[in-house]
């Protein structure tokens, strides 16, 4: 089967999922284009340029696949205009939703008619939670696939073996409002350990930090379902994050990790502290989450799925 994705970026978030299943699929015989979009890299530019950059190249090039897929609701104006039978489209979090809270009602208001219009151009629509998926259903009756974000541990054997950093804390994630930094380093200096910030490095030298630290620290103020916390979960690192978006589908509050709410920098300090100080704590989320991880959010698992999809 010939594929082609479309994505403003291929690494980190929803674009960095895309990169792995394209990975993926190409071992299993499917042949996946990944289309490169150039962008305006100024603030309210980026989508915008990105969607004009991408309709120009499709327009220029006529090639022909079986199937298109959009990763994020710019990306579906771009697949409008491939030569296609079918057209995909993915979505994580609630797109307009957090449109609207990191830039303004107005532009909210335009994502929400942006997000309607690239649901109308899908043939399917899918997602990795199961959260997003029960929003959409309910706010505009859309009928999403739900599909996972599986974990590729095979990538994890040349993570190098270390000594644990005692009390070590990590944070992994872009330096965004959305992602609650912010309120990590306003608590900080009363935390009982060292905070490491892991903003821009290579994945693997990311997973060797996480493999050395006692916890990792999720803030976030909007989420879809974040792959950093299955990749805690598979090196036995107890998590502590925020009750948003999805989080709630794989952490199950003191058994697979520790769920605190939004924009609360005590309990986030505190919980901290607590859970620094409860070593048996610490190894029973640790090996519930291993276990978890295993049995729902391996390739192993969930490459049916995704065979499915195109396959069908």
């Given amino acids: 089967m010939k594929i082609l994705y479309i994505s403003p970026r291929y690494d980190g978030g929803i674009g960095g999922h895309a990169f792995r299943v394209a990975e993926k699929l190409r071992e299993q015989g499917h042949e996946v284009k990944l289309m490169n979009i150039p962008h305006i890299p100024i603030k309210k530019l980026k989508n915008p340029s990105f969607t004009i950059f991408g309709i120009l190249k499709s327009f220029s090039n006529r090639e022909k696949f079986d199937a298109v897929h959009a990763w994020n609701i710019p990306s579906a104006f771009v697949m409008k205009y491939v030569n296609s039978n079918k057209k995909i489209l993915s979505v994580h979090g609630n797109y307009s939703e957090q449109i609207g809270i990191l830039h303004s009602k107005t532009t909210g208001d335009l994502a929400n008619r942006a997000e309607l219009k690239a649901f109308e151009i ?12 029960k929003y959409y259903k309910d706010k505009v009756n859309a009928n999403f696939i739900y599909l996972p974000a599986p974990l590729d541990v095979k ?3 040349n993570i190098t073996e270390n000594t644990k950093k005692e009390n070590q804390i990590v944070y992994i994630g872009r330096d965004s409002y959305e992602k609650g930094i912010d309120i990590l380093k306003n608590v900080e200096s009363e935390i009982n350990g060292q905070v490491v910030y892991c903003t821009n490095l290579p994945w693997e030298k990311t ?13 976030s103020r909007m989420e879809s379902l974040p792959q950093v916390i299955k990749e805690a979960f598979y090196l036995k690192i107890p998590v502590i994050a925020t009750d948003v978006g999805g989080v709630s589908e794989i952490i199950k509050n003191n058994e697979t990790g520790i769920l605190i709410p939004s924009e609360n920098p005590s309990k986030l300090k505190n ?42």
């Fill in 122 to 133: 899908s043939d399917k629509l899918t997602t990795d939670s199961k959260t997003v998926k």
């Fill in 155 to 157: 990538k994890f054997k």
């Fill in 207 to 219: 997973m060797e930090i996480l493999k050395l630290s006692s916890i990792l620290v999720v803030p």
């Fill in 271 to 312: 919980a901290i502290n607590s859970l620094l100080e409860n070593s048996e704590l610490q190894t029973k989320l640790a090996e519930n989450a291993f276990k978890f991880i295993l049995e729902n959010f391996t390739w192993e698992v969930l490459l049916p799925e995704y065979l499915k999809l195109y396959e069908n």
